[in-house]
């Protein structure tokens, strides 16, 4: 496609050359001369040298519009504060990653009809607008299966035909837990997802020995599992993703180790703060990382 407007000034001779950015035409770059001429193989060389450097220009602009979307989105979909829970104090992280671009982590907290308080901390496969765009999807549709069973195992189960259905293409990990404040316990599920740490005065902490099944989006019909795990005055459970320990210079399993070692008993809050420090510092983290921490002082 010819710009109009070279064709409207009379233009005798033309050229243009491709824009190429990450592998694909954006666009073409075109110049013309009002008298007839010959463009040489040197003319054309320039041009492309040209097209390129603007194509550069262009693909920058463009990944920090996108970047700045998706932070957006991403942000607006998390709670902006999470509610006074009856027996739970609650705090969260979100860092985006600096690397690899925002990519579909998120957490999420809210009461259910029953009494009972449903906590998600998830990752989507991906990363950029579409990640956090599934995100979206995968979020709502568990706030609504949450809403009609306080079974996790069932809640994921459903999630999961949905995904397999709507989104074929998605992948995504998932720990999900329902706090029963009556009994004093957390009944889990986990899909794919790294196991939670749980912190308690005068015992070890432990990363949970929670059943770990198939993220969801993986396989059709997979089993999944539930887990119930006391919890006590003082107890503190902690859920991540796994920007928060992997990095490329050093094993998974040390950076679990990291982790249960920062952690002691304290606050939601100063535990939330205790761990981006330790494990993040002051660094740029390659991967977005997310964090939630629950509190409980059941009597």
């Not at 579909?104 to 956090?132: E, K, M, R, T």
């Not at 995504?172 to 009556?182: I, R």
């Not at 539930?226 to 859920?239: A, E, K």
């Amino acid at each position: 496609m010819v710009n109009p407007i070279l064709l409207d000034k009379g233009i005798a001779s033309m050229l243009g050359v491709p824009m190429i950015a990450a592998g694909r035409v954006i666009g073409v770059l075109h110049v013309g001369t009002l008298t007839p001429r010959w463009f040489s193989d040197d003319d054309v060389d320039l041009l492309q040298r040209v097209a390129d450097r603007v194509s550069l220009a262009t693909q920058a602009r463009l990944a920090s519009i996108d970047r700045a979307t998706t932070v957006a989105l991403q942000r607006s979909l998390l709670p902006g504060r999470l509610g006074a829970i009856d027996g739970v104090d609650v705090a969260a992280r979100y860092v985006p990653g600096a690397e690899v671009g925002v990519g579909g982590d998120w957490y999420d907290l809210f009461a259910l009809p029953s009494g009972h308080v449903g906590a998600v901390i998830g990752d989507v496969a991906g990363n950029g607008l579409q990640a956090a765009v599934v995100m979206s999807r995968i979020r709502s549709a568990l706030r609504a299966y949450a809403l009609e069973s306080n079974d996790p195992a069932d809640v994921l189960a459903r999630l999961d035909r949905k995904i397999q259905l709507f989104e074929p293409d998605a992948m995504a990990t998932v720990a999900y837990a329902v706090l029963d404040p009556t009994r004093k316990q957390a009944t889990m599920s986990v899909a794919g997802h790294l196991p939670p740490v749980l912190v308690e005065p005068g015992r070890p902490t432990r990363l949970l020995d929670v059943p770990v099944d198939l993220p969801l989006g993986a396989y059709p019909n997979t089993r999944r599992r539930t887990v119930d795990v006391p919890l006590t005055h003082d107890s503190l459970v902690l859920f991540y993703t796994d920007g928060l320990i992997e990095r490329p210079t050093r094993p998974i399993d040390e950076g679990l180790e990291l982790l249960v070692g920062a952690l002691t008993p304290g606050s939601a809050e100063r535990v939330c703060a205790t761990v981006m420090a330790a494990l993040i510092g002051d660094q740029p983290t390659k991967d977005d990382v997310a964090i939630l921490a629950l509190h409980t002082d059941y009597q």
